[in-house]
């Protein structure tokens, strides 16, 4: 049996989270993707004093990204 890292348990339920998250605001339209930045920037500042927070900003910045393409189309 092996023992997983608590933080990369942690980042890989966050990045499925986000995965989700920025496939739900797609499919329910435009209006729903401020609100779901405005949870990104609440998890950006949840995860600020966390160890090894830029494995996290890159998974952040990445739904952050995806997001605003999709309101610039």
Do not use: W
Not at 46 to 64: I, Q
């Amino acid at each position: 049996m092996t023992s997983s890292d608590p933080f990369e348990v942690a980042r890989v339920e966050l990045v499925e989270a986000l995965a989700r998250m920025v496939n739900r605001v797609i499919c329910a339209g435009k209006a729903e993707a401020q609100s779901a930045l405005g949870s990104i920037a609440e998890i950006r500042t949840t995860l600020a004093g966390v160890v090894k927070l830029d494995d996290f900003l890159e998974d952040l910045n990445a739904a952050e990204r995806t997001l605003r393409l999709y309101l610039s189309t």
